[in-house]
């Protein structure tokens, strides 16, 4: 005599399970597919754009980021989906016409239609913590 299987629901719900992490990769093993960043862009001292900010901080902060460094949430810095790390950029939110400088060491996706995401320090110089995002001037620094 064997001995009775699983139940029925069971074997469903084990089939469901094995599908479902097939389906997302998880079960050969492939990493999820990553954004493939725009090469780097070195802007001329004086390149100006407009568009909307935001910022990030708390999830992030102590991870590592696009550039390799240590994200600090409470250092005046940025992301952005294209200029070199390094660049120095004049950030102005205009509702409060509030300035501060920050250096890029960060990438993010350009689908959101920003221009910059900002470390929380940096949106707390000019007034974006609140709002979360808003219409910002920046403008390219030596």
């Known amino acids: ?3 009775p299987g699983p139940p029925p629901f069971a074997r469903e719900a084990i089939l469901g399970t094995a599908l479902l992490a097939a389906a997302s990769g998880l ?3 492939h990493p999820k597919p990553r954004y493939a960043f725009p090469p780097a862009e070195t802007p001329a001292i004086g390149t100006t754009v407009e568009g909307v900010a935001s910022w990030y901080g708390p999830g992030y902060d102590g991870k590592r980021t696009s550039s390799g460094e240590v994200f600090d949430q ?3 810095t940025a992301a952005h989906y294209a200029w070199a790390f390094g660049t120095r950029v004049k950030v102005t939110l205009q509702s409060t016409g509030r300035s501060v400088v920050v ?3 960060d990438r993010f ?3 959101k239609g920003r221009v910059i995401d900002l470390s929380r320090a940096a949106a707390r110089a000019i007034g ?3 709002p979360g995002t808003g219409m910002v ?3 390219v620094v030596s």
């Open 27 to 29: 079960a050969c093993g």
């Open 103 to 105: 250096r890029i060491n």
């Open 128 to 130: 974006l913590i609140g």
């Open 1 to 3: 005599m064997t001995a």
């Open 137 to 139: 001037r920046l403008e």
């Open 109 to 111: 996706p350009n689908h």
């Open 74 to 76: 409470d250092a005046l």
